[in-house]
T-cell receptor
Framework: DQQVKQNSPSLSVQEGRISILNCDYT??????FLWYKKYPAEGPTFLISISSIKDKNEDGRFTVFLNKSAKHLSLHIVPSQPGDSAVYFCAARDISNFGNEKLTFGTGTRLTIIP | DGGITQSPKYLFRKEGQNVTLSCEQNLNHDAMYWYRQDPGQGLRLIYYSQIVNDFQKGDIAEGYSVSREKKESFPLTVTSAQKNPTAFYLC??????????????FGPGTRLTVL
């Protein structure tokens, strides 16, 4: 039962354009969301997070939008750069498990930036 | 400089042998985690520990064991009971256990191949 879904396994975007990565979730108890970026044979690195009390969080070229009613979040990267080519994982934390900080990850989206 | 180290980067073992993967952090983080990544799948939690001498099973703990004798170390043993041990293993840590907004930081990973 995949509680966090990234339905697009891959995405190609022209350099300089906007990249939009999507994530859907089913567990209504998820209350905190994170995006990680991962290069091959390396550990994921934290990008940006958002709490359910917000609908938008921005950090430089990265913006995450949260639509709680639709159980949907998205990561916008603008402008896209070649170094953004990586696999992006969406992750969620169940706030009802307070004290147990387990993250539930999506399956990832491979983003390729075309020069 | 501070960080999470995992060794070795690549590990080969014969079927039926136990193998221990190392994870060390010098970030003074309370909580540590072990994840497994398989092709086309998200990261799945194996075990986590919020404090020294205490740990909990994650979603796929069968065939694995851990110990947390020191704050900075959280080794994972892949036993012969694990049916499909070949995978990419990732260790992570976070500063404060019990803080749901805390970010998990990942090590570089160990790729285990069982022949």
């Amino acid at each position: 039962d995949q509680q966090v879904k990234q339905n697009s396994p891959s995405l190609s975007v022209q350099e300089g354009r906007i990249s939009i990565l999507n994530c859907d979730y089913t567990n209504s108890m998820f209350d905190y969301f994170l995006w990680y970026k991962k290069y091959p044979a390396e550990g994921p690195t934290f990008l940006i997070s958002i709490s359910s009390i917000k609908d938008k969080n921005e950090d430089g070229r990265f913006t995450v939008f949260l639509n709680k009613s639709a159980k949907h979040l998205s990561l916008h990267i603008v402008p896209s750069q070649p170094g953004d080519s990586a696999v992006y994982f969406c992750a969620a934390r169940d706030i009802s498990n307070f004290g147990n900080e387990k993250l539930t990850f999506g399956t990832g989206t491979r983003l390729t930036i075309i020069p | 400089d501070g960080g999470i180290t995992q060794s070795p980067k690549y590990l080969f073992r014969k079927e039926g042998q136990n193998v221990t993967l190392s994870c060390e952090q010098n970030l003074n983080h309370d909580a540590m985690y072990w994840y497994r990544q398989d092709p086309g799948q998200g990261l799945r939690l194996i075990y986590y520990s919020q404090i020294v001498n205490d740990f909990q099973k994650g979603d796929i703990a069968e065939g694995y064991s851990v110990s947390r004798e020191k704050k900075e170390s959280f080794p994972l043993t892949v036993t012969s009971a694990q049916k499909n041990p070949t995978a990419f293993y990732l260790c992570a840590s976070s500063l404060l256990a019990g803080v749901f907004t805390d970010t998990q930081y990942f090590g570089p990973g160990t790729r285990l191949t069982v022949l």
